[in-house]
């Protein structure tokens, strides 16, 4: 295994909590009325689009078209997108300036490239970040090859030289394949005691 330089985070589930039912909680009078909307009205793959690129406008306005009953709740999804970020993982952020003294550090997210900058604006750790590739600017949303080709190319990394860490084991199986060192993180897992057993941070 090669000595390692780099870290790469996804951000949602990794760094950033986010989750439509922060917001949602508050438009729907019970649970089941908001699982049934974001599992039938604006579920997750639709969401996905406006990662891939596609503009939050026609996002919207075709998703309208298709339920004019909901049409103020679809509304709220990018009207008052920002209520759906709950915050960040301060424990994982914390990471970030100890690892910044040793290793660079890049984010791979799937986003859209129109609600990013708000999150970027809200907080500053996206500053320690040496750079950021964003699906919805690229057009391509992981766990497609193409997307962490773009990052290994811009930045000139050396994927066996780099620790990719997300959420999405779909997303952690095509970095692998791609010769990245991996860290799937999930709940069960805390990140700080992970990297340290790793001899990552000390």
Same mark, same amino acid.
């Given at each position: 295994m090669k000595q390692l330089k780099n870290i790469v985070f996804d951000f949602g589930g990794v760094l950033i909590d986010w989750n439509p039912r922060y917001l949602y909680r508050n438009v729907f009078e019970t649970e089941d009325e908001m699982e049934y909307f974001l599992e039938h009205i604006c579920p997750y793959d639709w969401n996905l689009m406006q990662d891939a690129g596609r503009s939050l406008a026609e996002a919207t306005l075709s998703k309208q078209k298709e339920h004019p009953g909901y049409s103020d709740e679809i509304a709220l999804y990018y009207g008052r997108?920002?209520?759906?970020?709950? &915050?960040?993982?301060?424990?994982?952020?914390? #990471? #970030? *300036?100890p690892l910044k003294e040793k290793y660079n550090l890049y984010g791979l997210t799937n986003w859209s490239a129109e609600t990013l900058p708000l999150a970027q604006a809200k907080y500053d750790f996206f500053d320690l970040l040496d750079g950021i590739v964003v699906s &919805?600017?690229?057009?391509?949303?992981k766990p497609d090859p193409a997307l962490y080709h773009i990052l290994i190319d811009r930045y000139r990394i050396d994927p066996r030289e780099t620790l990719f860490i997300d959420d999405n084991p779909e997303n952690i199986q *095509?970095?692998?394949?791609?010769?990245? !060192? *991996? #860290?799937?993180? *999930?709940? !069960?897992?805390?990140?700080? !005691?992970?990297?340290?057993?790793? &001899?990552i941070i000390d």
């Amino acid at each position: 295994m090669k000595q390692l330089k780099n870290i790469v985070f996804d951000f949602g589930g990794v760094l950033i909590d986010w989750n439509p039912r922060y917001l949602y909680r508050n438009v729907f009078e019970t649970e089941d009325e908001m699982e049934y909307f974001l599992e039938h009205i604006c579920p997750y793959d639709w969401n996905l689009m406006q990662d891939a690129g596609r503009s939050l406008a026609e996002a919207t306005l075709s998703k309208q078209k298709e339920h004019p009953g909901y049409s103020d709740e679809i509304a709220l999804y990018y009207g008052r997108w920002i209520e759906m970020v709950g &915050g960040i993982f301060d424990e994982n952020v914390k #990471l #970030l *300036t100890p690892l910044k003294e040793k290793y660079n550090l890049y984010g791979l997210t799937n986003w859209s490239a129109e609600t990013l900058p708000l999150a970027q604006a809200k907080y500053d750790f996206f500053d320690l970040l040496d750079g950021i590739v964003v699906s &919805g600017e690229e057009k391509i949303v992981k766990p497609d090859p193409a997307l962490y080709h773009i990052l290994i190319d811009r930045y000139r990394i050396d994927p066996r030289e780099t620790l990719f860490i997300d959420d999405n084991p779909e997303n952690i199986q *095509t970095a692998k394949q791609l010769g990245f !060192q *991996t #860290l799937h993180l *999930t709940p !069960q897992i805390n990140l700080e !005691q992970e990297l340290k057993n790793r &001899g990552i941070i000390d």
